[in-house]
């Protein structure tokens, strides 16, 4: 370690002692997006910055359940080592945890100091890396939606909505949120400096949508990450769930996580805009736009990652299900907002909540760039209702055939790499094996009396 990053340190640890921190969480994200961590003690900072602190790379392979899939370079090498060193200008303390402050770790091989095949952050460099070429810099603005839960023993998942009440999209205050769980969470958002910007009660009762403000796509995803991590430890601190599940009610709509994404050129200049284009549309917007298009099978994969997202499409359930695009319409896949100028950009309301937003944005960001690259041009915009399988392709209808179009769309997975693209469809896969072993509820109702 130099003299300067030493003095780095130091100056970034008089900083967390002064706030009265005297403990480091330092965190990561694992293929799905959790928040993987290890506290450290103030004083142990020199020693993890310059040695790292070590984690089993199969981290990247552990289930929820705990399984650890057989994912090469995991268990087959003998469980080694990831090193993980603390970025300690993303320290910040945590507004609800005394003492506390928490910094995202960067992830990289002990033996060859390059980064983790699998790490999402490190994806998600390489594809701006790739625009940079192009003379393109990603500006992405998250929006997520999620469910608040309470405890409710004796039914089925022990959990149910907090509160109940219907019809009350778009309301803040006690009218649905009776205990202004919104309020707190927004202010202690802002306090931990995530750049949150505006939250509402959403469709179905206890469902909740916060959006942050835009930046470059990184800080964008390191955002959403801490954003899902913390919305999540800060109902826990009152006994409560929150869920970023794409779909946990069978009688309620699904929670989405919709991006916007615009791009600026060398100069700083939104390279969407295009006054005298169609639809006041660059060639650069109109082109990603078809990139997106042709590539969604496969990002569908990253943007509805789980057997469950699924079951947030289909008639009536106004998530888009079709492949498509349109001017301010929100029954298309990818909508145009109506802001043009500094404001022109793309809105992809593919994703569910449920996506790790380093893959999301990765994945969309590759798209856009291949259709950039390509320099093809979308069919006509949806005009009218859509969700009219006459007009538009369908969506993959479940995850196998989702990892199958991943798995074949090798442009897309040249951006995104061969090992990782490896790693994430040997762990997913296993994820339907598992899956398609268990016995559940609607079957044992379905079938146990009559049959």
């Not at 009440?165 to 778009?170: D, E, L, M, N, R």
């Not at 006041?280 to 990139?291: D, I, P």
């Not at 289909?314 to 802001?339: F, H």
Request: glycine fraction near 10%; proline fraction near 7%; hydrophobic fraction near 40%.
């Amino acid at each position: 370690m130099s003299a300067s990053d030493t003095s780095d340190i130091r100056r970034h640890m008089e900083r967390l002692a002064a706030d009265g921190v005297d403990v480091v969480r330092v965190t990561y994200p694992d293929l799905i997006g959790t928040d993987r961590a290890r506290d450290v003690l103030l004083d142990h900072l020199p020693s993890a910055a310059e040695h790292g602190l070590a984690f089993c790379r199969a981290v990247y392979h552990t289930t929820p359940q705990g399984d650890v899939v057989p994912v090469a370079g995991g268990l087959d090498a003998g469980l080694p080592d990831v090193c993980v060193r603390p970025d300690l200008a993303t320290a910040a303390p945590l507004p609800w945890e005394p003492g506390v402050a928490t910094c995202l770790g960067e992830v990289s091989d002990p033996l060859t100091g390059t980064p983790a095949a699998e790490s999402p952050r490190d994806l998600l460099r390489a594809v701006l890396a790739r625009c940079a070429e192009q003379g393109l810099r990603p500006v992405v603005g998250p929006e997520l939606e999620y469910y608040l839960l309470e405890a409710a023993p004796g039914t089925p998942t022990g959990w149910r909505r907090a509160p109940e009440t219907t019809g009350a999209i778009y309301t803040a205050g006690l009218r649905a949120d009776p205990d202004n769980h919104l309020l707190r969470t927004l202010r202690q958002l802002r306090d931990l400096g995530l750049g949150v910007v505006t939250g509402n009660h959403e469709f179905d009762g206890g469902q909740y949508e916060i959006n942050l403000t835009h930046s470059d796509a990184l800080d964008a995803a390191d955002r959403a990450f801490r954003f899902k991590a913390a919305v999540k430890e800060l109902a826990r601190k009152e006994g409560r769930l929150a869920t970023f599940m794409a779909k946990p009610f069978g009688d309620a709509g699904g929670s989405g996580f919709h991006i916007h994404l615009s791009c600026e050129d060398a100069e700083g200049n939104n390279a969407f805009d295009g006054p005298a284009d169609a639809y006041g549309l660059s060639a650069t917007a109109r082109h990603a736009v078809a990139g997106i298009l042709a590539h969604t099978p496969a990002l569908a994969a990253l943007a509805n990652p789980t057997v469950n997202s699924y079951k947030r499409f289909g008639p009536d359930t106004l998530a888009p299900w079709l492949i498509d695009w349109g001017l301010d319409n929100r029954s298309a896949m990818v909508r145009i907002p109506p802001e043009r100028g500094s404001a022109a950009r793309i809105e992809l309301r593919l994703g569910d909540a449920g996506a790790n937003p380093y893959l999301l944005v990765a994945g969309t960001i590759a798209a856009a760039l291949l259709g950039v690259e390509a320099g093809e041009e979308p069919p006509a915009p949806l005009e009218g209702y859509g969700y009219d399988t006459g007009r538009s392709a369908l969506l993959p209808t479940h995850l196998s055939a989702a990892l199958d179009a991943l798995e074949a769309d090798t442009a897309l997975t040249d951006v995104l790499g061969k090992d990782f693209t490896t790693s994430f469809l040997t762990y997913k896969r296993n994820e339907l094996e598992r899956f398609g072993r268990h016995v559940t509820d609607w079957e044992f109702t379905e079938y146990a009396y009559h049959l």
